[in-house]
């Protein structure tokens, strides 16, 4: 099992541009969460996935889009990206269970946005 | 509103001293909590959870960490610090967004450096 995998590892994006980071989990879990990491912030949640067909806002959405392709697959999209967006951006999965799902994260993606 | 503090942004130990990192939670109701640590370059991995029972959980790597409700506290120790320990440690609550929904929240984090 892969676990959490997510691509690029590495973007160098110019202000104004767009993109799309990928994560996918093997884990057959329902919910799926998008990160941001900055200093000193901790991880802070952007949106997550419930389940597929579904999503909603976490703390710190503006800026971002995502869509739950499917079970396996959810995507985060910056339509045009901002020096802000800079950030380390992690995936997660979990089996919700009334609060006590441990969430699994993959290895994140670094973004730097000039 | 639920939040997680880690006071500590920064320590620094000698190889084989004990280690304690600390974690405060603010939750209405039963917490539960999270332990996860980051190597530099690398994602966030489970030390250990605590969801109710003995109030003393062990984890992973040699780490332990002590539930006390009484001081909304979750401190993570270790006896003997090893090098490879070195890292960023996070603290976290799980909180009921929905029925079929949890999420985390996160304290900012400690960074360990460790001495030889």
């Known amino acids: 099992n892969a676990g959490v995998t997510q691509t690029p590892k590495f973007q160098v994006l110019k202000t104004g541009q767009s993109m799309t980071l990928q994560c996918a989990q093997d884990?057959?879990?329902?919910?799926m969460y998008w990160y941001r990491q900055d200093p000193g912030m901790g991880l802070r949640l952007i949106y997550y996935?419930?389940?597929?067909?579904?999503?909603d806002k976490g703390e710190v959405p503006n800026g971002y889009n995502v869509s739950r392709l499917n079970k396996r697959e959810f995507s985060l999209r910056l339509e045009s990206a901002a020096p802000s967006q800079t950030s380390v951006y992690f995936c997660?999965?979990?089996?919700?269970?009334?609060?006590?799902?441990?969430?699994?994260f993959g290895p994140g993606t670094r973004l730097t946005v000039t | 509103a639920q939040s997680v503090t880690q006071p500590d942004i920064h320590i620094t130990v000698s190889e084989g001293a004990s280690l304690e990192l600390r974690c405060n939670y603010s939750?209405?109701?039963?917490?539960?909590l999270f332990w996860y640590v980051q190597s530099p370059g690398q994602g966030l991995q489970l030390l250990l959870k605590?969801?109710?029972?003995?109030?003393l959980v062990q984890g992973i790597k040699g780490f332990e960490a002590e539930f006390k409700r009484s001081q909304s506290s979750f401190n993570l120790r270790k006896p003997s610090v090893h090098w490879s320990d070195a890292a960023e440690y996070f603290c976290?609550?799980?909180?009921?967004?929905?029925?079929?929904?949890?999420?985390?929240?996160f304290g900012t984090g400690t960074r360990l450096q460790v001495f030889p």
């Open positions: 997660a999965s979990s089996e919700p269970g009334q609060g006590t799902g441990e969430q699994y």
């Open positions: 996935s419930a389940s597929e067909g579904t999503t």
């Open positions: 939750y209405g109701a039963t917490p539960y």
């Open positions: 605590y969801f109710s029972g003995d109030t």
């Open positions: 976290a609550v799980g909180a009921i967004v929905s029925y079929n929904t949890d999420k985390l929240i």
């Open positions: 884990m057959n879990h329902n919910s």
